[in-house]
């Protein structure tokens, strides 16, 4: 079974929410977000990020504090406005390329914490505690975790007639995207979807893992306060066949001492390798590997017979890569924390990658295939995790758009 909520959302007010929303914080270069902050009063920038010029000066829980004082100026300044009732909310995101419709609902912790909303991704505990700190201290939430359902003709259908109807937003963004934003908050509608999210099995966390678990932390110290909607989290439900994922590529700022030569001989015993010279190559299958070394690339092609089939977690890219190059020949173990690895989402061209190591910050740059939704539900279905840095999961939510208050 899979528990949905609907909740009393803030939102922004309609003739502001174009101006209102924004990506989320850490897309924002420095020079951008100081932009954002001295042009766009309404930014939602200006909540999240509370004294910009003097952020690096002040103790966590004073800039908690500053947010949620923002957060209440917005709400007093009726640039975001509370509803007087629940409701579930059906969000569409279009991309150049993409159509992303999904539902905006609380997810329960109950159904987290057994087990019947899952995941394959390993969290850093101090980041857990952090996001814990930041959602007691500010009362809300406005970066739902990303979730997967199974494809459903009837919930298909139900979100294309709903979608008929006249949305409460649709707006276009500065990186040529376009939102639309509908409500749901007749009993009738918010009782077909929780009974027909009620018959799923499972569901599967594909992007915000860390925020889920600070959501179940916060859940258990606060509890004893009655408050019913910590027995939630705000949650993004999109069917698993259209989330996209794309690969993280890796780049590495030295050979751990080995020459060029000898880095390739090493490499040649787990790897048939392919020169390609100037041509932009990336994998084209799973066990196929791209790099950029010296001036070119190669295709790497995994030799098959050197792994486990059997096992699912040696059968991931990231963790051949990890087991038979990153660790053994370059040195490189802890994924999260070594200085001398970086990533790349693969939506971002691999010229990037070129241009990095030929500038010389980088000595050799890695190119993946990207894992697929069977791949990830996998392991999650046999707690497995993944390697650091696996995939890196669209849609992406704007910030300020919906906000779940605890």
């Not at 850490?26 to 509370?50: R, T």
């Not at 490499?267 to 994998?283: G, M």
């Not at 010296?294 to 059968?315: C, P, W």
């Not at 693969?346 to 190591?357: D, R, T, W, Y």
Request: one cysteine or more; aromatic letters at 14%; proline letters at 4%.
């Amino acid at each position: 079974m899979a528990k949905i909520n609907p909740f009393k959302a803030v939102r922004p007010a309609p003739d502001k929410v174009a101006l209102v929303t924004c990506r989320t914080y850490d897309d924002y270069s420095s020079a951008e977000l100081a932009a954002w902050l001295s042009f766009n009063p309404y930014s939602f920038l200006h909540v999240i990020h509370p004294a910009y010029a003097h952020a690096q000066k002040i103790t966590l829980e004073k800039r908690f504090k500053g947010v949620a004082h923002k957060y209440q100026d917005f709400k007093d300044e009726d640039i975001l406005i509370a509803e007087n009732s629940t409701a579930f909310y059906i969000y569409e995101i279009e991309t150049k390329d993409q159509l992303f419709t999904g539902i905006i609902a609380g997810a329960s912790i109950a159904d987290y914490q057994n087990g019947y909303i899952k995941k394959h991704e390993d969290t850093l505990q101090y980041r857990v505690e952090l996001f814990k700190d930041y959602l007691h201290q500010t009362h809300f939430n406005t970066e739902p975790v990303l979730i997967t359902y199974p494809d459903s003709i009837e919930i298909n259908t139900f979100l294309s007639l709903q979608k008929q109807q006249q949305p409460v937003y649709s707006f276009a963004t500065p990186n040529k995207e376009k939102h639309t934003l509908w409500k749901l908050d007749t009993q009738t509608e918010m009782d077909w979807l929780v009974e027909h999210f009620d018959k799923i099995p499972n569901l599967y966390i594909a992007d915000g893992h860390h925020r889920s678990a600070s959501a179940e932390l916060l859940y258990e110290q606060d509890k004893h306060l009655g408050n019913e909607n910590l027995n939630y989290f705000m949650s993004f439900l999109i069917a698993e066949s259209t989330v996209k994922i794309y690969e993280y590529n890796r780049l590495v700022r030295d050979l751990n001492g080995l020459t060029k030569d000898d880095f390739i001989k090493k490499l040649a015993e787990h790897f048939i390798i392919k020169t390609k010279d100037q041509e932009l190559w990336k994998p084209q299958n799973k066990f196929e590997f791209g790099m950029y070394l010296d001036g070119s690339f190669y295709a790497l092609f995994y030799k098959h017979e050197q792994h486990d089939e059997s096992s699912l977690l040696n059968s991931l890219d990231a963790q051949i890569l990890y087991a038979t190059v990153l660790h053994p020949l370059l040195g490189i173990e802890d994924l999260r924390n070594d200085e001398r690895i970086d990533y790349i989402p693969g939506k971002q061209s691999i010229a990037i990658i070129k241009e990095l190591v030929d500038e010389g910050e980088f000595q050799v740059g890695f190119m993946l295939y990207p894992s697929d939704i069977n791949e990830i539900k996998a392991l999650a279905d046999n707690n497995l995790i993944m390697p650091p840095k696996s995939t890196y999961i669209e849609p992406k939510f704007r910030n300020g758009l919906v906000v779940y208050e605890l």
